[in-house]
């Protein structure tokens, strides 16, 4: 079927971004790096590692509630097409897809986009996806959501062939993952303010959000007994190194994962172990760190109901769905404008 690329991000995107991102997070105060540069192929590859670990419970939550509910959302949405924020392997996405698809009429058509930074990523999901389903309209988009949500979220101009952003409604946003978890709550607040925006009548939005619960179930799931998120922390130094000609060392660092109570967020750290220089040669950038010393990596927030029908109610949105695992860690819910 129908299937098609669009390209929204320059070339040298990606390393001018985290060239940026390393001189003004290494040189302000706390020290912090975006959590975005984890994911280079051994940081992926760690991910996917996490999300086998028995402690990281929020990966097989979320596949659980999408497995049982995906009829119920795409019909409560009313989704004809689908569009997926950040959309990596599109692989629990299928669930949605598989629903889209029984429940569009015979002759009817049913679309997905996917949109996120990583070509490779998006080249994999589409092959993947169009051998799966081969009436489904596929499109991906190489957009950065952060900073082109809304060119990334635009409905076509009209008589565009490939028309899989929808118009006049039954268009299903989704940003799955509980990525929206690694958003400082004002940069939050902008992410729904743009997205309200993009959004018109009949359109829907699906969010997948981990909850708060006790520290003694969240602090392992960020700092498991076989060091895997460690290691996968640590591993943004690598990328570091790799990519601006750094000279970090992973062993003047270690991996802290902390319960901040006051904002619900998990946050993962790395701690100098002893006093350490570090020379940043592409960018011609030195940095100190004191023994102690503490670089943010992550924010993960986790959520109550209450507080996201708060926040997506003051964007305009109302609640239109939720649900949860049987367990009741890990949210999928349903907003419309
Ligand atoms: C992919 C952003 C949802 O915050 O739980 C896993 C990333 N970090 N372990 C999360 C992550 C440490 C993950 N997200």
Do not use: C
């Amino acid at each position: 079927m129908a299937q098609r690329h669009r390209d929204h991000l320059p070339e040298d995107f990606s390393e001018r971004s985290l060239a940026e991102d390393v001189r003004a997070g290494l040189t302000s105060s706390p020290k912090t790096l975006p959590p975005k540069w984890f994911y280079d192929k051994v940081g992926s590859e760690l991910y996917e590692e996490i999300t086998r670990l028995p402690e990281y419970y929020p990966f097989e939550a979320e596949r659980e509630v999408l497995v049982d509910h995906a009829r119920e959302v795409v019909e409560v949405a009313g989704a004809r097409h689908l569009v997926e924020l950040g959309s990596g392997s599109s692989e629990k996405t299928r669930a949605l897809i598989e629903a889209v698809l029984a429940a569009t009429p015979d002759g009817g058509r049913a679309a997905y986009r996917a949109i996120d930074v990583s070509d490779s990523a998006l080249h994999a999901a589409a092959d993947d996806l169009a051998a799966r389903y081969p009436t489904l309209e596929l499109e991906t988009v190489r957009a950065d959501f952060e900073h082109g949500l809304a060119q990334a979220l635009a409905v076509e101009p009209a008589g565009d062939s490939g028309d899989t952003g929808g118009s006049g409604g039954g268009r299903l946003v989704v940003f799955l993952g509980g990525t929206i978890g690694n958003q400082a709550p004002t940069e939050r607040e902008r992410f729904l303010a743009t997205l309200r925006s993009a959004l018109g009548p009949g359109d829907a939005f699906l969010l997948g959000a981990d909850l708060v619960k006790s520290p003694e179930v969240l602090v392992p799931a960020y700092d498991d007994a076989a060091g895997v998120t460690a290691a996968f922390n640590l591993n943004v130094l690598e990328v570091v190194n790799a990519r601006l000609g750094a000279d970090f060392a992973a062993a003047d660092f270690r991996h802290v994962a902390v319960w901040d109570a006051d904002n619900a967020w998990i946050e993962m750290r790395l701690e100098a172990v002893r006093d350490v220089h570090v020379r940043i040669a592409d960018l011609d950038l030195d940095v100190e760190f004191a023994a102690g010393e503490q670089l943010r990596t992550e924010i993960s927030a986790k959520f109550t109901r209450e507080r996201l029908v708060a926040e997506f109610e003051r964007a305009g949105f109302s609640e239109a769905g939720w649900w949860t695992d049987r367990a009741g860690r890990f949210s999928v819910s349903l907003w419309t404008p």
